[in-house]
């Protein structure tokens, strides 16, 4: 075990996301508990390595921003209205029907979230199979954030951050702000990993959940400030203007926060957990896929020796709905 310590056309365009997905802390949070709803055959050589994987959490975002690598950007979301459909059911359900069907630049603009999943799950079983443990190991991290992200509503929707509706900046206060001043909170035990029957069906079932939550939390943000007194909205600076974070988010005030938070009745943290009982139904179904290969001789003996006290106290406060040894970036709540 480790050591532990658009605004764009409605009909062609879709805007990119400038803020991370989930944030630092929800991914980060994801990935270390999806780690414990792992079958005991696969749990303690994820637990060696829940380190890396709850640091690279936020791997693609940090290509996607800090390297600006473009080919990023359109695996991070998907966007129905671009590809000119109203329902998930006419959509190719493959990667290889999408190309066949849509050109690069309408993908690029629309968006490939479902599509990549699918890909990374498909290369994450044959990574178990050739038991090869550093591509395991990068995979299962990376597909867990596009999970992450096919669980945030607003990854869904062409209004991403409500700069169709007047409500710019809401993505960042969802996904960032809300987990960071109230995720302690947040019970991060889904149960067991499931075997996941059909991983495609599975994948559209995420994406279509998420997506009918989008125009909900959309919805309440607007018919709160319709009665909250503007000036506690937003916090302000020294010099009286809104306050940003370093991503140039603007930074809601503690009570807005606090009731938008308690009027979302528990969505937030429903999603992640969405996102956590996804995350570990699809690393067991690829290793399940691959023939069950025995992933503990990846590893010395002797680091599981050496972990197994603290994988049996972080397993059981896991038990209790929390996680401990890690501590995410605060983006909001410096």
């Known amino acids: 075990m480790f050591k532990k310590p658009f605004i764009l056309s409605i009909f062609l365009l879709a805007s990119i996301s400038l803020v991370f997905a989930w944030g630092s802390w929800g991914h980060q949070h994801i990935n270390h508990a999806a780690v414990f709803a792992l079958p005991e055959e696969m749990r303690g050589f994820f637990y060696d390595h829940i380190d890396y994987l709850t640091e690279e959490a936020v791997g693609p975002d940090i290509r996607k921003y800090s390297l600006n690598d473009k080919s990023e950007f359109p695996r991070h979301y998907i966007n129905l209205e671009v ?127 998420s997506f009918e939550k989008a125009d909900t939390l959309l919805a309440v943000d607007r018919k709160l400030k319709e009665t909250f007194p503007k000036e506690k909205i937003y916090k302000l600076d020294s010099n009286g203007n809104v306050a940003k974070n370093k991503f140039g988010d603007a930074v809601h005030t503690f009570e807005y926060a606090k009731k938008y938070h308690e009027m979302l009745n528990g969505m937030v943290e429903r999603q992640i957990r969405q996102a956590i009982n996804e995350t570990s139904g699809f690393w067991y179904t690829a290793w399940v896929n691959a023939g069950k290969p025995n992933l503990n001789d990846l590893d010395p003996e002797s680091l599981s020796k050496r972990n197994e006290e603290n994988y049996k106290k972080d397993y059981k406060l896991w038990q209790q709905g929390k996680v401990f040894g890690f501590k995410p970036e605060q983006e909001f709540n410096r």
Do not use: C
């Open 83 to 209: 590809f000119g459909v109203n329902t998930m059911d006419s959509l190719p359900s493959n990667v290889q029907l999408l190309k066949a069907k849509y050109s690069d630049s309408i993908v690029q603009k629309a968006g490939s979230l479902p599509w990549y999943i699918l890909q990374m799950e498909d290369k994450l079983t044959k990574a178990f199979k050739a038991k090869r443990k550093t591509e395991i190991l990068f995979l299962a991290a990376d597909l867990a954030h596009y999970i992450g992200d096919a669980s945030m509503p607003l990854h869904i929707s062409l209004n991403h951050d409500g700069q169709l509706t007047n409500q710019k900046g809401i993505h960042a206060f969802f996904e960032g702000q809300l987990p960071e001043l109230f995720g302690d909170s947040y019970n991060m035990n889904t149960g067991s990993a499931k075997y996941i029957d059909d991983i495609t069906k599975e994948t559209w079932h995420m994406v279509q959940v």
